[in-house]
């Protein structure tokens, strides 16, 4: 069944406002996909917050005008769908790539980040990106490591101090 003009629009609508809101994209094509396996990816999506729509060409590239994903344009060409990652940048990447691992059906064609559109061998450095949680425990160690190594510094000179009144006390019960 075909879209009216209404429904086009409202769909080009949602799809900008995710697009607005998203840190990061994946178009990919799905042809040969049962429509089973395309449940199991849209439930994968579901839950790592992930976006995803199969749209027509002429409403995707509307829908990502004005977005930092216009960059997406040029490659939104055949049946794709859009992946867009609403809290983790790296969700999308991490979930289209285990799918298509399982299913090659599915074909990256290109991925998108702060305005900038990348090959489809990148969706393994987006997915390698670290979450939220990964990021914030390497910045904190970052952080408390200066502190660490100032507090030993610190307790380095007694260290040694009692390490020498050890040794002298050894050679004397040596001697």
Avoid: W
């Amino acid at each position: 069944m075909a879209l009216r003009l209404h429904q086009k629009q409202a769909l080009v609508a949602e799809v900008n406002e995710v697009a607005q809101q998203a840190h990061a994209a994946v178009a990919a094509e799905y042809i040969g996909l049962t429509a089973g396996q395309l449940d199991v990816l849209r439930a994968k999506a579901r839950e790592g917050q992930i976006y995803l729509h199969v749209v027509k060409n002429s409403l995707a590239k509307r829908a990502v005008e004005g977005t930092q994903f216009e960059c997406l344009t040029p490659s939104l060409v055949g049946p794709i769908m859009l992946g867009f990652a609403l809290e983790d940048p790296s969700s999308v990447g991490r979930v289209i790539k285990d799918f298509a691992k399982k299913h090659p059906k599915l074909v990256v064609k290109s991925v998108a980040m702060g305005g900038v559109a990348y090959g489809p061998s990148d969706i393994e450095r987006l997915a390698s990106l670290p979450n939220r949680e990964e990021a914030l425990a390497m910045f904190m160690g970052t952080l408390k490591a200066p502190i660490g190594n100032f507090v030993r510094l610190l307790n380095e000179p007694t260290a040694k101090f009692v390490r020498t009144l050890s040794a002298v006390g050894e050679a004397k019960k040596a001697a």
